[in-house]
Structure formats: structure tokens, C-alpha cells
């Protein structure tokens, strides 16, 4: 019997790093999003391309998940996705989540529910990926950082920037 209910597959941070952005490039996001600076560390530095035993980096975290998606927006060159649905490698449509009526949604389970089993080996889930950005309070709280490691690069006027954000996938 085929258990058709959610399970959480994985859920974690993702960090990139964007290595020799400029400073002017930097100003550009923060003044987009105009968010305050949560915190400034000195802090080793022993990833590649450069190693540093003590530099600077910035923080700056904002859980404004409008502000993020206006900022990344205004470029043409990449989509931006919040929510992606895969059926093995191939990207599907998402099935609509907000079901107002529950009566609806009590028919569409059972509908799921009647289907006739296939082995395991013939049927691929659904797995959908949705970054996650929200104020709940305590250790719930997923934010979007923004890391500025200035001093990285000596003597430029380049440094590394880090996006870090959480991403939950969804087996259904």
C-alpha cells in the first residue's frame, strides 16, 4: 500500500558565494533592500579562492521575502523561482496547495488514495523545492542573509559577497 502523504525530505541552509564583487555592486543590494547591519566579526577566512587568518565580514538579514524577490527581479537573465516542483529530472507544474474549499480537498485525497498501486521502481515522486523566507519567532525564524567579507581581496575594490538561505524539499 502506497502511503501518499507528505514526507519533508530534506531542509537546509544553501550558501553561494560570489567571489570578487564589487564594492559598488554590494552598496547597490543593500541600498535595494535597505536593510541594517545585524553584525560585524572578525573572523578566519580559509576557504578558497583566498585564505585569510582574520578579516571582516558583515552581515545584513533581512526576512522581508518581498524585498528579495524585487531585488532578484530586476535582472532578465536568470528566472526567479521561490517554488519548484521535479518529477524525477523534469520540472512539472505544481499542484495548487491552496485549496480554499476542504471539501475539494477531502475529494482530491481520495481520489489519490483509490489509484492503483505501481511497484516503486515504475513511479517518481514529486519533489518540490521552496525557499523559505518568514519572521516566525525563536529558532523557526528563516531569514536571508547577506555576508560581505570587505578586507578578503587586498588592496581592490572587490570582495565576497554570500547569499545564504534556507531551502525546504517536499516529497510528495
Not at 11 to 35: G, S
Not at 104 to 115: R, T
Not at 158 to 163: D, E, F, I, P, V
Amino acid at each position: 500500500m502506497r502511503n501518499n502523504c507528505i514526507h519533508f525530505l530534506l531542509r537546509k541552509w544553501y550558501k553561494i558565494d560570489l567571489n570578487e564583487t564589487p564594492k559598488d555592486f554590494f552598496a547597490h543590494i543593500l541600498h535595494q533592500l535597505d536593510v541594517p547591519v545585524n553584525s560585524i566579526r572578525r573572523m578566519k577566512h580559509f576557504r578558497q579562492p583566498v585564505i585569510k587568518e582574520l578579516t571582516t565580514r558583515i552581515s545584513n538579514i533581512t526576512t522581508d521575502a518581498e524585498a528579495i524577490n524585487n531585488l532578484l527581479s530586476c535582472q532578465d537573465r536568470v528566472p526567479v523561482l521561490f517554488s519548484v516542483s521535479y518529477h524525477g529530472s523534469q520540472l512539472v507544474e505544481a499542484e495548487s496547495e491552496n485549496v480554499t474549499d476542504p471539501l475539494e480537498a477531502l475529494k482530491a485525497a481520495k481520489q489519490k488514495a483509490h489509484l492503483p498501486a505501481m511497484s516503486s521502481r515504475t513511479t517518481q515522486r514529486i519533489t518540490t523545492s521552496r525557499v523559505v523566507i518568514n519572521d516566525a519567532h525563536g529558532r523557526n525564524t528563516r531569514e536571508f542573509e547577506l555576508q560581505w567579507w570587505p578586507a578578503v581581496y587586498n588592496g581592490s575594490n572587490y570582495g565576497k559577497l554570500t547569499l545564504r538561505f534556507y531551502v525546504a524539499k517536499v516529497l510528495v
